[in-house]
């Protein structure tokens, strides 16, 4: 059981490392944002997976519930953490953002 | 295991630092709030993780949950608040 937690742990910072990774190197303010909700937001589920995991090694019911409100933070960062990512987006594409092409070079400079 | 946990908060820490940079060098203010948002939603793991350090679990995870809806709700008034209309960009370049 903890070897199955640490597992999931491991892969849910990995997923962290391809959002942050994501977030420096793509040249463009949306494909930017593309990489770091999603990624974000899955690493954030397989580490919650996983710390969840762990607490119910030892079985009790204190423990089931801590368990399942580690799963509600899941649940709500799940609907919110794409909301907040288009609510950026909203506000970049009212600023008349072109997104980056690969001829046009657009998007912004760095 | 609980060592495993410490070391994975510090790891977790390090990759927090990379939207930092993102958020300090980011040319546009959406970059900078794309990269505040990376930070929140590490720091609710983060604290978790935390939580397991010190053993004291449930108190941590109602931290972790007000600081995601914080998070949320942070993200959506700064966006909300540089929502210009054609003007942002355009003033930046001149």
């Given at each position: 059981?903890?070897?199955?937690?640490?597992?999931?742990?491991?892969?849910?910072?990995?997923?962290?490392?391809?959002?942050?990774?994501?977030?420096?190197?793509?040249?463009?303010?949306?494909?930017?944002?593309?990489?770091?909700?999603?990624?974000d937001?899955?690493?954030?589920?397989l580490?919650?997976?996983?710390?969840?995991?762990?607490?119910?090694?030892?079985?009790?019911?204190?423990?089931?519930?801590?368990?399942?409100?580690?799963?509600?933070?899941?649940?709500?960062?799940?609907?919110?953490?794409?909301?907040?990512?288009?609510?950026?987006?909203?506000?970049?594409?009212?600023a008349?953002?072109?997104p980056?092409?690969?001829?046009?070079?657009?998007g912004?400079?760095? | 295991m609980?060592?495993?946990?410490?070391?994975s908060?510090?790891?977790?820490?390090?990759?927090m630092a990379i939207?930092?940079?993102?958020?300090?060098?980011g040319?546009?203010?959406?970059?900078?709030?794309?990269?505040?948002?990376?930070?929140?939603?590490?720091?609710?793991?983060?604290?978790?993780?935390?939580?397991?350090?010190?053993?004291?679990?449930?108190?941590?995870?109602?931290?972790?949950?007000?600081?995601?809806?914080?998070?949320?709700?942070?993200?959506?008034?700064?966006?909300?608040y540089?929502?210009?209309?054609?003007?942002?960009?355009?003033?930046?370049?001149?």
């Amino acid at each position: 059981m903890n070897l199955i937690s640490a597992l999931l742990i491991a892969i849910g910072l990995f997923f962290f490392l391809g959002g942050s990774i994501g977030i420096i190197r793509l040249p463009d303010f949306y494909s930017r944002l593309h990489a770091a909700g999603m990624l974000d937001t899955m690493g954030l589920f397989l580490s919650m997976a996983g710390l969840a995991l762990y607490v119910l090694t030892d079985f009790s019911f204190a423990n089931v519930l801590v368990a399942i409100k580690i799963m509600l933070i899941v649940v709500f960062v799940f609907i919110t953490s794409p909301t907040a990512t288009h609510a950026i987006v909203d506000a970049g594409v009212r600023a008349v953002r072109e997104p980056w092409t690969k001829d046009k070079k657009g998007g912004n400079p760095i | 295991m609980d060592t495993y946990i410490l070391y994975s908060a510090m790891v977790l820490s390090v990759f927090m630092a990379i939207p930092l940079y993102r958020s300090v060098v980011g040319p546009t203010v959406k970059d900078r709030i794309m990269g505040v948002n990376a930070i929140g939603s590490k720091t609710t793991v983060l604290l978790i993780m935390i939580g397991f350090i010190f053993g004291r679990v449930d108190m941590f995870i109602d931290i972790a949950l007000a600081y995601a809806l914080l998070n949320f709700i942070a993200v959506l008034a700064a966006s909300r608040y540089f929502h210009k209309r054609k003007g942002l960009y355009q003033e930046m370049n001149r």
